[in-house]
């Protein structure tokens, strides 16, 4: 009798190369364009920049527990860390050609723990706890609207103009939580100056979801030569913010937020002038004439 039966089939070695290796941790598998414009699927993720996006959840992870500690100099120190790594890892992405969907992902989360939890947590462990109930609660509003924040900002992302933001950018609310906690931090909390804390992190929470227009700097030109002024007037910012660094960067920070509610005053008390139809047509009839 055959026992061909009983053996085993040798393996196709084709089907073998053609099988993935599997990790334990699964690997992240998306679709980005080539240079001949087609897309492709990239298998993954860029290193320099998703590096300094961890550098910036580290840093306000950092902040929460060091305001847990009760070090709230450090916890504000490193929300103003998160806030510099914040702003470089999207324009090394851009200069060394590494953008991608994980990374704009990774970096609103990471936005959502430095900018969102850890100022609201880091504000109420400092004062706001002092109020109860009501200082949990404007520590979740805080929260909630960061989170509203950039949920609005990546669905708005390709059709507002990126000349400006609409709301307060939530590293903005950051500072102005921060610099306020960095400012006091070796004050006796009463509630007075609880109350006081509560109203600028509440009034820092609904303007990021508010619909104020905010200069976002995106605009500006590093490359391009300025006025020899502009570089004495770096060089003075710097030196105040040596002098009190707390104390400068929470002005900068309340000048910057309130440059969006007084630009919609000054646009409601001096509209643009509308433009007159008879005008306008009277115009066109002259350019058809001149052509």
């Known amino acids: 009798m055959s026992v061909q039966g009983d053996k085993k089939q040798p393996a196709d070695p084709a089907s073998e190369s053609n099988e993935e290796i599997r990790l334990p941790i699964d690997e992240h598998i998306e679709e980005e364009v080539a240079e001949n414009g087609k897309r492709v699927r990239a298998r993954g993720v860029y290193l320099l920049p998703n590096l300094i996006t961890t550098g910036a959840l580290f840093s306000g992870f950092y902040a929460i527990v060091a305001g847990m500690s009760g070090n709230f100099e450090a916890a504000a120190i490193a929300i103003f860390v998160a806030m510099v790594l914040d702003g470089l890892d999207g324009r090394?992405?851009?200069?060394?050609?590494?953008?991608?969907?994980?990374?704009?992902?990774?970096?609103s989360l990471s936005d959502m723990v430095s900018f969102g939890l850890a100022p609201a947590l880091v504000a109420f462990s400092w004062g706001l706890g002092t109020l109860g109930k009501f200082g949990w609660a404007i520590a979740f509003l805080y929260a909630a609207c960061a989170a509203l924040r950039l949920a609005r900002f990546n669905t708005q992302v390709d059709t507002v103009d990126k000349g400006v933001f609409i709301g307060l950018a939530s590293p903005t609310a950051a500072a102005i939580v921060a610099s306020m906690v960095w400012a006091g931090h070796d004050l006796e909390v009463g509630a007075g100056l609880a109350t006081i804390a509560a109203l600028v992190t509440g009034a820092a929470g609904l303007l990021m979801v508010s619909n104020f227009h905010y200069t976002?700097?995106?605009?500006?030109?590093?490359?391009?030569?300025v006025p020899f002024v502009m570089m004495l007037a770096v060089i003075l910012i710097f030196s105040l913010v040596t002098?009190?660094?707390a104390g400068v960067l929470l002005t900068l920070a309340v000048l910057y937020t309130l440059s969006g509610p007084a630009?919609?005053?000054?646009?409601?008390?001096?509209?643009?002038?509308?433009n007159q139809p008879g005008k306008a047509d009277s115009d066109k009839a002259k350019d058809k004439e001149l052509h």
């Open 263 to 274: 630009m919609w005053l000054w646009g409601r008390v001096h509209p643009k002038p509308a």
């Open 243 to 245: 002098i009190d660094p």
């Open 216 to 225: 976002s700097f995106k605009r500006l030109d590093f490359k391009g030569r």
């Open 92 to 107: 090394v992405a851009r200069l060394t050609d590494t953008q991608s969907a994980f990374g704009v992902q990774y970096d």
